[in-house]
């Protein structure tokens, strides 16, 4: 038994000249070995069953007729029509066994699979030249497909080829925010529309500001629009379980050293995704590691560092506004932020408004005061450029930090800590990875998503028990409880910049002290809050939270050019420069006091424990100057929580 070394798929049109090598490659049969030349030419192509019955069945009939050639006749066209009738169409194989390609002289690129390469579009893939790969053959046209949000969107052929790959069809086991549809019903929205939606917005605004440049200066090619697209459809590629929750909160704590994110995971999924399908780049009008390194680029966005220095040097390689487009590390608005600002508006019911086309129909590239082109917008919308920035501010407070969404998250945390020391992944050639490892094996990787959860329920592995209790008390929700929250205050503020500058988390210090004050509490004879399990600091979480419009405690909109259509005392014809401007003089009434609200919340993770905890923290905020006592209790609901960041951001 020879080991299959590629794969050729076989159609009816095949010919001896498909492959340089045909008398090098041998076709095990059922009735031998022979080499592809000799196996043409005796036309053993195999075919369906009930095709070799019909074609048995004319020529007895033949033969019952009394006609010597008649048979040999029927034979002949019934070849014929059979290779005609579906020219592009693969043939059907009953058995995987009944045909097998082995390359006698190892002039062929292995493949990893065992079975003959037909695309997903039903045709087979065409064969490079000796030493290459196997190739999607190049998809023309575009591809219509109805968008939730956007309507009908329309993808090119290039697009379409990386959609339809293992690694882009693993978004749609992400779920985009997560575990917010425990809280949130209808947000079961995976990452895989929301790709499409940004390549969508991509391409428009690309197509929009071309459309309006008048500086040759800062003109794009069709290959550069492409290239946005693909960056859009694929800047959430390597993102795992989870989303956030992954490389925010369980990658730290079972990697502490690795600093892996998951624009990294983008940049590694890409080119396992374009190399391991065989998508020939060049076809689609591209330079494979050129233009692959500036999708990378454009995914993980360029670092101020680095945007200073080439704005000094005039360094660009491509246009410089191209590159703020998918991630835009400068103002922070881009196309992506513009698809889930929308997206998850309508999937979680919170209200918006409508300034999103707005903002995409007025946008030009402009050259700005500093000699730089950038994407800039009208005067007239600074307050829907706010506004866009708002809708940010409302979905973190509203949606994704929302006290049970953390909830529900620590609790997954927890399970995904424990299971993360026993499964393991099928990585690359066949080896085990563990989780940790999978973020840096493409192809275990590739099967890594919210699934994990039903992984964790069905492995057998007694160690994973913990892990599953904690699944079931999410199921009967019996979650973690928020027993409070309290404006941060600068005191607090200080504490926890010292500790982070010598490389300590304050708020493993502050769960350390709340449960000082919880043994005082239980040693002064507080017997309501006598519990039959000892609180241990592992039962406490405490997290600081930060709910700002995009930077931080500075004003967005600042970051943000806007041009005019004319400068009092300018020639009519010429454009004066876009520069920033300062919103509190156009919007003073809109604007907030402050942009960042800040706030400690902490959890108890055993019902128990929960009164306990609950007067701990208020002993703790008591001692703590200027911190107000904890909104929230075991009788009071959150609901003073709307109050509570009104009131921050009217300070």
């Given at each position: 038994e020879k080991k299959p070394i590629?794969?050729?798929?076989?159609?009816?049109?095949?010919?001896?000249?498909?492959?340089?090598?045909?008398?090098?490659?041998?076709?095990?049969?059922?009735?031998?070995?022979?080499?592809?030349?000799?196996?043409?030419?005796k036309g053993k192509l195999p075919r369906p069953k009930a095709e070799r019955a019909k074609r048995a069945a004319e020529a007895s009939a033949a033969n019952e007729s009394g006609s010597s050639n008649e048979p040999e006749q029927v034979k002949s066209d019934t070849r014929k029509r059979a290779r005609s009738a579906r020219p592009d169409a693969p043939l059907v194989l009953r058995s995987p066994a009944a045909i097998s390609v082995v390359?006698?002289?190892?002039?062929?690129?292995?493949?990893?699979?065992?079975?003959?390469?037909?695309?997903?579009?039903?045709?087979?893939?065409?064969?490079?030249?000796?030493?290459?790969?196997?190739?999607?053959?190049?998809?023309?046209?575009?591809?219509?497909?109805?968008?939730?949000?956007?309507?009908?969107?329309?993808?090119?052929?290039?697009?379409?080829a990386l959609m339809d790959t293992p690694q882009f069809q693993r978004l749609r086991k992400l779920k985009q925010l997560g575990l917010c549809y425990h809280v949130y019903p209808d947000a079961c929205h995976n990452r895989f529309e929301h790709?499409?939606?940004?390549?969508?917005?991509?391409?428009?605004?690309?197509?929009?500001l071309r459309s309006k440049l008048t500086d040759p200066a800062a003109a794009v090619s069709d290959r550069d629009a492409l290239c946005v697209q693909l960056a859009g459809l694929c800047h959430d590629l390597g993102h795992g379980p989870f989303s956030h929750v992954f490389d925010g909160h369980v990658m730290p704590v079972?990697?502490?050293?690795?600093?892996?994110?998951?624009?990294?995971?983008?940049?590694?999924?890409?080119?396992?995704?374009?190399?391991?399908?065989?998508?020939?780049?060049?076809?689609?009008?591209?330079?494979?590691?050129?233009?692959?390194?500036?999708?990378?680029?454009?995914?993980?966005?360029?670092?101020?560092?680095?945007?200073?220095?080439?704005?000094e040097g005039n360094t660009w390689p491509r246009p410089r506004w191209l590159y703020f487009l998918v991630n835009n590390t400068e103002s922070g608005l881009d196309v992506d932020k513009l698809d889930y600002y929308q997206r998850d508006c309508f999937f979680t019911g919170i209200s918006m408004r409508s300034?999103?086309?707005?903002?995409?129909?007025?946008?030009?590239?402009?050259?700005?005061?500093?000699?730089?082109?950038?994407?800039?917008?009208?005067?007239?919308?600074?307050?829907?450029?706010?506004?866009?920035?708002?809708?940010?501010?409302?979905?973190?407070?509203?949606?994704?930090?929302?006290?049970?969404?953390r909830s529900l998250e620590y609790m997954v945390v927890d399970a995904l800590i424990i299971a993360a020391k026993h499964l393991e992944f099928r990585g690359q050639r066949g080896t085990a990875v563990s989780m940790a490892q999978a973020v840096h094996d493409p192809e275990a990787y590739t099967r890594l998503n919210d699934s994990i959860i039903d992984l964790i329920w069905h492995c057998d592995?007694?160690?994973?028990?913990?892990?599953?209790?904690?699944?079931?008390?999410?199921?009967?929700?019996?979650?973690?409880?928020?027993?409070?929250?309290?404006?941060?205050?600068?005191?607090?503020?200080?504490s926890a910049r010292r500790a982070r500058d010598s490389g300590q988390k304050y708020e493993r210090q502050v769960e350390?002290?709340?449960?000082?004050?919880?043994?005082?509490?239980?040693?002064?004879?507080?017997?309501?809050?006598?519990?039959?399990?000892?609180?241990?600091?592992?039962?406490?979480?405490?997290?600081?939270?930060?709910?700002?419009?995009?930077?931080?405690?500075?004003?967005?909109?600042?970051?943000?050019?806007?041009?005019?259509?004319?400068?009092?005392?300018?020639?009519?014809?010429?454009?004066?420069?876009?520069?920033?401007?300062?919103?509190?003089?156009?919007?003073?009434a809109t604007l907030p006091k402050a942009f960042m609200a800040r706030s400690i919340r902490v959890f108890s993770k055993r019902q128990s424990h929960r009164g306990l905890v609950t007067a701990a923290f208020r002993k703790w905020t008591e001692d703590e100057d200027g911190?107000?006592?904890?909104?929230?209790?075991?009788?009071?609901?959150?609901?003073?929580?709307?109050?509570?960041?009104?009131?921050?951001?009217?300070q």
């Amino acid at each position: 038994e020879k080991k299959p070394i590629c794969q050729l798929t076989v159609c009816h049109r095949l010919s001896s000249t498909a492959c340089p090598c045909a008398t090098q490659v041998g076709f095990k049969v059922r009735d031998g070995t022979m080499s592809m030349s000799a196996w043409l030419e005796k036309g053993k192509l195999p075919r369906p069953k009930a095709e070799r019955a019909k074609r048995a069945a004319e020529a007895s009939a033949a033969n019952e007729s009394g006609s010597s050639n008649e048979p040999e006749q029927v034979k002949s066209d019934t070849r014929k029509r059979a290779r005609s009738a579906r020219p592009d169409a693969p043939l059907v194989l009953r058995s995987p066994a009944a045909i097998s390609v082995v390359a006698t002289d190892g002039c062929m690129t292995p493949v990893a699979t065992d079975t003959p390469r037909i695309s997903s579009r039903g045709t087979p893939m065409s064969v490079a030249p000796p030493g290459g790969l196997l190739w999607h053959p190049p998809i023309k046209g575009t591809k219509t497909y109805n968008d939730a949000v956007h309507g009908r969107i329309h993808l090119p052929g290039a697009v379409v080829a990386l959609m339809d790959t293992p690694q882009f069809q693993r978004l749609r086991k992400l779920k985009q925010l997560g575990l917010c549809y425990h809280v949130y019903p209808d947000a079961c929205h995976n990452r895989f529309e929301h790709s499409l939606g940004v390549a969508h917005l991509a391409a428009k605004q690309v197509q929009m500001l071309r459309s309006k440049l008048t500086d040759p200066a800062a003109a794009v090619s069709d290959r550069d629009a492409l290239c946005v697209q693909l960056a859009g459809l694929c800047h959430d590629l390597g993102h795992g379980p989870f989303s956030h929750v992954f490389d925010g909160h369980v990658m730290p704590v079972i990697a502490p050293s690795d600093g892996w994110t998951h624009e990294e995971g983008s940049a590694m999924m890409l080119e396992h995704l374009i190399g391991s399908n065989g998508i020939n780049l060049e076809a689609y009008g591209l330079q494979p590691e050129e233009d692959v390194a500036f999708i990378k680029e454009l995914i993980e966005g360029v670092k101020p560092e680095h945007v200073k220095r080439r704005d000094e040097g005039n360094t660009w390689p491509r246009p410089r506004w191209l590159y703020f487009l998918v991630n835009n590390t400068e103002s922070g608005l881009d196309v992506d932020k513009l698809d889930y600002y929308q997206r998850d508006c309508f999937f979680t019911g919170i209200s918006m408004r409508s300034i999103y086309s707005n903002l995409m129909d007025s946008a030009e590239v402009t050259k700005c005061d500093d000699n730089q082109f950038r994407v800039c917008y009208p005067e007239k919308y600074v307050e829907d450029v706010y506004h866009a920035f708002r809708t940010r501010f409302d979905l973190h407070h509203k949606v994704y930090q929302h006290r049970v969404v953390r909830s529900l998250e620590y609790m997954v945390v927890d399970a995904l800590i424990i299971a993360a020391k026993h499964l393991e992944f099928r990585g690359q050639r066949g080896t085990a990875v563990s989780m940790a490892q999978a973020v840096h094996d493409p192809e275990a990787y590739t099967r890594l998503n919210d699934s994990i959860i039903d992984l964790i329920w069905h492995c057998d592995n007694p160690e994973l028990e913990p892990a599953r209790q904690i699944l079931l008390a999410l199921e009967r929700r019996e979650l973690y409880r928020c027993v409070g929250s309290c404006p941060m205050t600068t005191g607090v503020e200080a504490s926890a910049r010292r500790a982070r500058d010598s490389g300590q988390k304050y708020e493993r210090q502050v769960e350390q002290e709340i449960l000082g004050h919880a043994e005082d509490l239980l040693r002064e004879g507080e017997s309501e809050y006598a519990a039959a399990e000892p609180l241990l600091v592992d039962d406490i979480v405490v997290e600081f939270t930060s709910v700002h419009h995009g930077k931080k405690d500075l004003n967005p909109v600042d970051s943000v050019y806007f041009f005019r259509k004319s400068e009092p005392g300018t020639a009519p014809h010429k454009k004066p420069l876009a520069r920033r401007i300062r919103s509190e003089d156009k919007i003073p009434a809109t604007l907030p006091k402050a942009f960042m609200a800040r706030s400690i919340r902490v959890f108890s993770k055993r019902q128990s424990h929960r009164g306990l905890v609950t007067a701990a923290f208020r002993k703790w905020t008591e001692d703590e100057d200027g911190c107000s006592s904890p909104l929230g209790s075991l009788s009071q609901p959150m609901d003073g929580d709307e109050a509570f960041y009104n009131s921050q951001l009217s300070q």
